[in-house]
């Protein structure tokens, strides 16, 4: 099993250009995550999906929307990037959202520059 | 107050050393409870779930303390391997199983 992968794993972007994180895991979860890392701030939540068909805001959606495709994939789309938005982002699975098996799974992450 | 605070370190440690992380939470509402390691430049990696009773994988013991609201792991014999980023993760105690990271603790065990 491959477990969660991430593409691309890098990329470089000029401001206002848009694009596509994509995501999908291979466990049968019911939940995805997407998270972004930089220095000093941690693992900050962008956007969930608890189920296949529902999507939800985490701590910093602005600027970022989602699309859960299907049960096994989920992408995260940045229309018009900016500088800020430089970082490293990590999607994430788990199997159930409440009680029971609750850990999350990471990708390798995409590492993201937006000049 | 961070809703998860852990001592950043570094701890510096030799080989074959214990070594004890502590993190505390600020919501009470939290259900689950989990250590995750990251090594430099790649993802976070599950270590383990903590239960109440408190659980042991190998070298590894983690604590639970919900009265203090405080979260233990204890690593015996250290390897140069575990060298690493510790993160405390706590879930918010509602739907959804948002999780909460603290900053993490960088352990290097040292030969």
């Known amino acids: 099993n491959a477990g969660v992968t991430q593409t691309p794993k890098f990329q470089v972007l000029k401001t206002g250009q848009s694009m596509t994180l994509q995501c999908a895991q291979d466990m049968n979860h019911n939940s995805m995550y997407w998270y972004r890392q930089d220095p000093g701030m941690g693992l900050r939540l962008i956007y969930y999906?608890?189920?296949?068909?529902?999507?939800d805001k985490g701590e910093v959606p602005n600027g970022y929307n989602v699309s859960r495709l299907n049960k096994r994939e989920f992408s995260l789309r940045l229309e018009s990037a900016a500088p800020s938005q430089t970082s490293v982002y990590f999607c994430a699975s788990s199997e159930a959202t409440w009680g029971g098996r609750n850990e999350q799974y990471f990708g390798p992450g995409t590492r993201l520059t937006v000049t | 107050r961070k809703e998860v605070e852990q001592d950043p370190g570094p701890f510096n440690v030799p080989e074959g050393a214990t070594v004890a992380f502590n993190c505390t939470y600020s919501?009470?509402?939290?259900?689950?409870f989990f250590w995750y390691r990251q090594d430099c430049r790649k993802e976070p990696k599950l270590l383990m779930s903590v239960y109440s009773s408190g659980n042991e994988d190998g070298r590894f013991t983690a604590q639970l303390n919900r009265a203090s609201q405080y979260i233990s792991l204890l690593i015996r014999d250290s390897k140069l391997s575990d060298s690493a980023t510790y993160l405390c993760?706590?879930?918010?105690?509602?739907?959804?199983?948002?999780?909460?990271f603290g900053g993490g603790t960088r352990l290097m065990v040292k030969p």
């Open positions: 919501n009470s509402a939290s259900q689950s």
């Open positions: 999906s608890a189920s296949e068909g529902t999507t």
């Open positions: 993760v706590v879930n918010r105690g509602n739907a959804g199983n948002m999780l909460t």
